[in-house]
Structures are given as C-alpha cells and as structure tokens.
C-alpha cells in the first residue's frame, strides 16, 4: 500500500514539473513572438521628424507605416502662419504630401510673418498671345499685363486672367527690368487632372530654376495667383554680378507660389 502511494506521489511530482516546463516554455515562446512581432511592426514603419525653420530645433516625431503618405496637425507658432513643410533645411524644396514614404524623412516647417507688399507684378514674357506679343519680354508693361492686388490684409494675392499659346514663355516682375521675377520654380504645380500645361524652359547662365521661364504647353485661358511674403525676401549677395543699386534683380523668395487654373479654350 505504501509502494502505491509513493508511486503514485511520484507520477503526479513529474506531471507537476512536465506542466511547469511546459508553462514556462509557452511564456518564453509568447515572449518571443510578441518580440517578433514588435520588431516587424517598427520594419513595416518609417519616422518622419519635424524641425523648426532653424532646422535645428525639434517639433516632433511621427511614425508612419511605409507606403503610406504624411499627415499631421500644422505646427503654430505666436505671430508666424505655416506656410508649408519643406524636406531641405534651406526650405528650397517644398515637401510632396501625396507620394508615399518608404524611408525615414526629416521635414522643416516654413513660418512667415505678415508684411503688406507694395509692389505691382506684371507677366513679362513673349509670344504670340496678344499680351506677351505686347509685351516683348518686358519692354511694354501696362495694364494688360499687371496682376491685381486683391484686398486682403493678411495675406499678399496678385491674380491675372489670359489666354495664352503654346510655346509662350513667361514669368512674372514688378517691372520691366524683371526685378523680383518669379518663374518655373515658384509653380505649385503645372498640371491639372493629368494635363501637363507648363514646362521648365531654362533660364540665363546659372540662375536658380525659380527664375527659368515658364513654357505654355496648352492653348488657352489661365488664371494665375501669385502669393507674396516680402518679409522673408532674400538675396544673392554670393553672385558675381550683385550690386546694391541692381539687387532687386538677385531677389529670392522661399515661400512664394504661383498657382493656375486652367479655364479651357
């Protein structure tokens, strides 16, 4: 009788252990999935980290699943309005938020103070629409080719309403010299509904490609708003030709735009 029982106690010992080792196996192999699984999770994601206009100072990361595209509140700061992120410290080219990320992205956040601008801006360029035949690259700059200032006291909206042709070319200054030119490089975009409307037509020497002239593609009617911030003019002081009495020709701007529709033939 008591050789049974202590077999018995015996068998249900080694059950006891067989079901710890067991127990403590599953715990070790739970661990090891969910650690698997973590890590995969952080492989399938890329971080987007978000920096002040001085490209030093961090607003923020964001983890983003890769394919996917960037969105996120837009950063404040006290008398400032966020224009838009930019993907280089020197805000020279604007971030693309519908093209998905694949990889790990530092974004810079371009804040701009309001200033009233006092200029006018006219369309210089030429062609053989009636208003760039005018114009003859800048020598005629009248009313037919000035932009209108519309009345807003927080924001700096120049609009102009055209037909143009294929094979113009364009830009818009504030005079005849092309002082202040925006062109190619300020377009927002130049497509619409999978139409390609402009392209880069180069400009003189080495000059930035915000100053190439703009190319018409596609016959017809446009409307162009051209957004000003002249407190965040800069200039090229580092060109060869720059000079105090001329500088308004070495003018850059990183927040400027130009935005069209396209109104038809």
Same mark, same amino acid.
Request: no cysteine; net charge negative; hydrophobic share 25%.
């Given at each position: 009788m008591k050789r049974k029982q202590v077999v018995t106690f015996i068998l249900m010992a080694c059950m006891a252990v067989g079901s710890l080792a067991m127990t403590g196996c599953g715990s070790k192999g739970e661990a090891a999935d969910k650690t698997q699984k973590t890590e995969q999770a952080k492989s399938d994601e890329v971080k987007v980290t978000m920096y002040d206009t001085d490209g030093k100072t961090e607003l923020g990361t964001v983890n983003v699943k890769k394919g996917?595209?960037?969105? /996120?509140?837009?950063?404040?700061?006290?008398?400032?309005?966020?224009?838009?992120?930019?993907?280089?410290?020197?805000?020279?080219?604007?971030?693309d938020a519908t093209k998905p990320l694949e990889q790990d992205t530092s974004l810079y956040a371009g804040f701009s103070k309001y200033q009233e601008d006092k200029r006018d801006f006219y369309i210089v360029g030429s062609g053989t629409s009636d208003v760039l035949k005018e114009s003859n690259w800048g020598a005629v700059v009248g009313d037919a080719q000035k932009l209108k200032k519309e009345d807003n006291k927080e924001a700096n909206v120049y609009t102009i309403t055209l037909d143009l042709k294929a094979g113009d070319q364009f830009q818009? /200054?504030?005079?005849?010299?092309?002082?202040?030119?925006?062109g190619y490089g300020y377009l927002c975009s130049t497509e619409q509904d999978g139409t390609e409307y402009f392209k880069n037509s180069g400009s003189l020497g080495d000059a930035s490609v915000?100053?190439?002239?703009?190319?018409? /593609?596609?016959?017809?009617?446009?409307?162009?708003?051209?957004?000003?911030?002249?407190?965040?003019?800069?200039?090229?002081?580092?060109?060869?030709?720059?000079?105090?009495?001329k500088k308004e020709n070495f003018n850059l701007n990183p927040y400027d735009t130009i935005n069209f529709v396209y109104n038809g033939k």
């Open positions: 996917e595209t960037f969105t /996120a509140e837009d950063p404040k700061k006290d008398g400032y309005t966020f224009v838009g992120w930019y993907v280089t410290p020197e805000l020279s080219r604007t971030f818009f /200054a504030m005079d005849g010299s092309w002082g202040d030119q925006r915000k100053k190439s002239n703009i190319e018409v /593609a596609v016959d017809g009617n446009y409307t162009f708003t051209l957004t000003t911030h002249p407190a965040d003019d800069t200039y090229d002081t580092e060109d060869e030709h720059y000079s105090e009495d």
